[in-house]
């Protein structure tokens, strides 16, 4: 069974720059998770999808970062305009549904971003 | 809202089982205990998870007290790749979210 894919994996951008980042769950995964990773700290989600739509973003800072899964399979993470403090590791997960169903979520190898 | 409490780091010896203790003593009843690691560079990866009985896969066992307060990861013969960072996490009762904490770094030494 395939995992869950991302692109890039490394990214150098200026401040101020913008960037995406895509995101293939695993096969049938209705339930899509963006997380970002500053080191030495745990990851932290930012935005949750069910099928195409949000379930939850609270912590998704959306005055330049914005997350689409338009077609309910891949999905697409933007900051614009980055700052430094976005230097992180952006981690794409996948769950087949909800996790209260029982179910595990299973991560990509995410994308590094250097923003400098 | 369920919050776990791990040791912040722990050693093994290659070849023996390492036990990491997490304790979730405000877990409710519905609620599954997760378990993943991190090997530097590496996303998270899935070990096991468990809602009241004991679990076991090919990769570890998972053993959850009677009152489900607690529970230990059990890994049967630690390798030098197991050296990673193991994340206890209860589902945040409030979202649907996995929300990880500081997580236990386990040092398995030859």
């Known amino acids: 069974e395939a995992g869950v894919a991302q692109s890039p994996r490394y990214k150098i951008i200026e401040k101020r720059q913008s960037v995406a980042f895509w995101c293939n769950p695993i096969?049938?995964?209705?339930?899509l998770y963006w997380y970002q990773q500053i080191l030495g700290q745990g990851p932290k989600l930012l935005i949750q999808?069910?099928?195409?739509?949000?379930?939850?973003d609270s912590q998704l800072p959306k005055d330049r970062f914005s997350a689409e899964r338009l077609k309910g399979v891949d999905s697409t993470l933007k900051i614009q305009p980055a700052k430094l403090e976005d230097s992180a590791v952006y981690l794409c997960?996948?769950?087949?549904?909800?996790?209260?169903?029982?179910?595990?979520?299973?991560f990509g190898q995410g994308t590094r971003l250097t923003v400098v | 809202d369920a919050k776990t409490t791990q040791p912040t780091s722990m050693d093994c010896a290659e070849g023996r089982a390492a036990n990491l203790p997490c304790n979730h003593s405000?877990?409710?009843?519905?609620?599954?205990v997760y378990w993943y690691r991190q090997i530097h560079s590496q996303g998270p990866q899935y070990i096991i998870h468990?809602?009241?009985n004991n679990e076991t896969n090919e990769m570890a066992s998972l053993i959850i007290t009677e009152d489900r307060k607690s529970s230990t990861l059990i890994l049967p013969h630690a390798t030098l790749r197991d050296t990673a960072v193991y994340y206890c996490?209860?589902?945040?009762?409030?979202?649907?979210?996995?929300?990880f904490g500081g997580g236990t770094r386990l040092m398995v030494k030859p």
């Open positions: 997960a996948s769950s087949l549904d909800f996790l209260f169903r029982g179910v595990a979520a299973f």
């Open positions: 096969s049938g995964h209705a339930t």
């Open positions: 999808f069910q099928n195409n739509g949000v379930v939850d």
């Open positions: 405000t877990i409710s009843g519905n609620e599954y």
């Open positions: 468990g809602l009241k």
């Open positions: 996490i209860v589902r945040f009762r409030a979202g649907n979210m996995l929300t």
